[in-house]
Structure formats: C-alpha cells, structure tokens
C-alpha cells in the first residue's frame, strides 16, 4: 500500500487533525489549523520532546522567549543579511519560483547547492527549465528574497518601528545566555532548550504542513567549551540522540529515515557542519530536522559585538580563563514531524471484504488513548456502567464516549484517528462478571479485563 499526501490530507480533515486555515472564508493559501485530534497529537510531539531533552537530562534547562525581539538580534545573527533564498518570477503566467529549488527538481540537489544568483538564472536559461505552473522557460534574473516577515511595532508605520517576526527560535535562547548562566549557575557543557513558532516569507510554500510560513520549532542550543570537547564527539552524540528520539521514541519506521550531511556550498552562514535527517515523503527525500548542527562559538560572538554585552562565560577551574562557548544545535519542526508521523502511522489493510484505515500511532503519540463504548446504546444499566468506566479511566488518559452507531463503525472510527485500545461494556459486565473487553487496535485482538484491573493493565499496554 503507498501512502499518498492525498489520502492524508483527507483523513487529517475528515477525522479533525488538520483543517485548512480560515476555511468559511476560502482559505489562506498554505495556512493549516489543528483539529481536536491534531492538536493532541502535536502537543503530545512536543511533551515527549520537552521530557526527553530538557526534563529527564541534568545538563539542560528550558527557555520561552518573545517571538518579537529588537531588530540588531538579526543584523547580529547574520539574518538580514544572509537569510534569502534566490526569486525568480516566469515572465507569461508571473508564478513566483525558488531558482535553486527547480533546479534541485530537474536536475539534482547537488547542481543546485551553493550557486550564486548569476549562477543559477544561466543554468535555469541553458536547460531551459520549465515553469511548473505554464511550462514557459522566460524567466527573471535571479534576485535576493529576504525570508523574514517584516512588521511595525506600535502605532506609527516608520523604520525606526521595524521588527521582525523570528524566522528561527534559536536567537531568543543566544540573546538570553547570560541570563541563564547568571540565574541558573549551569556548568560547561549545558544546553538551553526551546519551543515556539517561528515565521518564514517562504517563495515555495507547499505539500501540506511539510513547508509553511508559520510554523513550530523544537530547538537546542548546546554550548560547549571547545578546549575541554572535541566538537566532533558533541557532533556525533547529538546526531545520535536526534536519531534515536525521531525512530525509537517517536517510532516513524527506520526505513523511512535517513541522515544526509550538508555540503560545504550548502551550509548556513553559520553553521560549520551539519547534518540532516530525512524522512521519505510521498514526493520524495525531504529535511525532517536537523540532527546537528555545529554553529562554532558565531552567535554569541555576534551578539557581544553588536550589544557591547560580555557573552563569555568563566572557567570554574581557573577563573582567569574567559571563553565564548561554541554550539551543537539540533532543530525539529513540530509540524514537520507531525507531518510524517501521519504520513508513517497510515495503514489500509482488508478485513472481511472491507477496506479498515488505521493510524498506527505510537501510544504516547495517540491523540486518544482509550475509547470506552457500551456495546448497545439504549440499555441503561450498560451505558451507566460505560460512563462510570469512562469517568474513572478519564482521570489518567485521554478517552473518548462513543455510543453511536454499531460497534463496528466505532472500531473503525477509533482506528482511523489511531486509538491504541478500545473498552467494550457488554450485559456480562453489569450481569454476571464486571469485566469489560479490551481491543488492540493493531492485532484487533479481544481480551476480558476485571474492571478494578483495567487502569493498570492499560497503563502497561500504553507505557506510560
Ligand atoms: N535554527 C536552525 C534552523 O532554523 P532550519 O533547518 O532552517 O534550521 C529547522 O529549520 C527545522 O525547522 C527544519 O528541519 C524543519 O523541521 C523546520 N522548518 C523549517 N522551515 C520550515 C517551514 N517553512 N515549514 C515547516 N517547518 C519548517
């Protein structure tokens, strides 16, 4: 079976993970919501992440920094002047096209990396790329698009009131270093760990939630003294841990993973090494997050010369010594990831002659964890004995009440937004055994359970 965006897209809408942003009133070309189902399971991404990094390790603390941050942040950090990518507009229908991604398209990632703009409208010319939307190939010179959303503070529209909406979390953990270290008395080697949303003019938005221009980041800053460890060491633990906690903690299928190191043309203006994990989307190899990335000790310098602020930090062994700290950063997109945990999680399989979707969530993923349904609707005692199982199995996970429709259609409804068990209450319960039946929504095995048993025994079949 190969899952398609399509198939995606329409369960996301149909079953309230994702709707399309202001929808009554048209849309808003590449804005997506969250439904009752989506927002569980990206806020589910983002606990999983926060424990696992910040939480359960003592070397991190965590951060929630201002989206809105003064202007000289992105001078110092390099953004208003590097952070661009190369437009051209087709001069017959006026489609707005990345010059580096339509050569990436036809021709191949490596003839598209590290290209100057001059570079790139002579190839584009010479192979006469096409359009994608008319398939003419006149197109404009290549030309510097600066990525950041630009906005007024206050009430009056001058440059003195520019700010920028942040095209990346990282900044608002560098600018608060000091912060950190002075309130904390975190040690060398410690990170800063963040989640916020993040704001990018992308020329190509698309595919879904897979490119946006708002979107969320999970971002590490990691600082490090480089005399005491070996950049190359941090480099590939946090490639490690990255890769364990998309493939083991987060359970998208290894098959689907790969890691891709940056080549020098194709680095940030900051970045000295990085490397990439790639999940397979439906339309091929894609950036899921970046595993790592080796910023060397660039923006806290930065942000020193440009604020006249010391961002050095004092060596506990010989208080003589002042040092910048350098930097292992690992970023995850939220949605991204929320993306392809869809994407891996799909399944379509044949029962008795019928088509059964189902989501194979990991359970700490599952925007649902039980649903609780009487196994007929108009037999008071059993719906009495359904609600009281739901209220006391709401108390410690997310449940559902269902009693509409035949039991089958509510298995298959469960599937479909990837609840990992289903608790039936039948006439046994009430009459003769006070047991329910628990269904595995994988093996679509059936077990009794005593009702004084079941929080324990889910607890166990859930791991959490
Ligand atoms: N601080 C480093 C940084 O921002 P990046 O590779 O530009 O690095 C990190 O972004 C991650 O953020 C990406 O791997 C992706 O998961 C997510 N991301 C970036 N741009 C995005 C966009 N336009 N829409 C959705 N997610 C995006």
């Known amino acids: 079976m190969s899952v398609t965006m399509d198939k995606v897209v329409s369960l996301a809408k149909r079953r309230g993970f994702v709707f399309p942003g202001s929808d009554i009133y048209g849309g808003l070309a590449n804005t997506w919501d969250y439904g009752p189902y989506g927002v569980e399971l990206k806020n589910n991404l983002k606990k999983i992440w926060w424990k696992t990094f910040v939480q359960d390790r003592d070397d991190m603390v965590g951060l929630d920094a201002s989206i809105l941050m003064n202007p000289k942040v992105w001078e110092a950090s390099g953004h208003v002047a590097s952070f661009t990518d190369p437009l051209m507009d087709c001069k017959k229908c006026k489609e707005r096209i990345r010059g580096d991604k339509l050569i990436e398209q036809h021709i191949g990632i490596e003839a598209a990396v590290g290209k100057t703009l001059k570079q790139i409208s002579e190839i584009i010319k010479e192979k006469k790329l096409p359009c994608p939307k008319c398939g003419s190939s006149d197109f404009s010179e290549a030309r510097s698009f600066n990525l950041m959303f630009k906005t007024h503070q206050g009430v009056v529209e001058e440059s003195s009131a520019l700010v920028y909406m942040r095209p990346e979390t990282a900044q608002g ?23 916020g949303k993040a704001f990018r003019n992308e020329i190509t938005p698309g595919n879904f939630t897979f490119r946006t221009r708002e979107f969320e980041q999970m971002e590490i800053e990691y600082f490090f003294d480089p005399e005491a460890s070996k950049w190359e060491e941090i480099f590939a633990e946090w490639k490690k841990l990255s890769w364990e906690f ?27 090494g990085t490397t990439d994990i790639e999940y397979k989307f439906p339309f091929g190899w894609g950036e899921l997050c970046a595993a790592a990335a080796y910023r060397t000790n660039y923006d806290l310098t930065q942000h020193s010369n440009f604020s006249g602020e010391e961002l050095s930090y004092t060596d506990p062994q010989n208080p003589q010594r002042k040092i910048i700290p350098h930097v292992m950063e690992p970023s995850f997109g939220a949605d991204r990831i929320a993306l392809a945990i869809m994407l891996d999680a799909y399944d379509e399989e044949e029962v008795d002659g019928d088509v059964r979707t189902v989501m194979r969530f990991t359970p700490a993923l599952a925007p649902i ?11 008071e005692v059993i719906t009495q004995k359904a609600e009281e199982v739901y209220h006391l199995l709401k108390k410690e996970f997310t449940c559902e009440y269902d009693e509409s429709g035949t039991v089958g259609k509510r298995y298959r409804r469960q599937d479909e937004i990837g609840t990992p068990f289903c608790v ?15 269904r595995d929504r994988d093996a679509m095995t059936q077990e009794r359970i005593k009702i004084e048993e079941l929080s324990a025994v889910l607890h166990k079949k859930l791991g959490i």
């Open 173 to 195: 953990i560098f600018v608060n270093f000091k912060n950190v270290v002075t309130t904390t008395r975190m040690k060398l080697p410690f990170g800063i760990g963040q989640i």
């Open 246 to 272: 998309v493939c083991k903690t987060l359970g998208i299928k290894e098959e689907n993973l790969r890691l891709r190191d940056h080549d020098k043309d194709e680095l940030s203006h900051y970045s000295k």
């Open 369 to 379: 964890k039980v649903a609780i349904l009487p196994l007929v609707k108009n037999k």
């Open 424 to 438: 039936t209450i039948d006439f046994e319960t009430v009459e003769k055994d006070n047991c329910v039946t628990i």
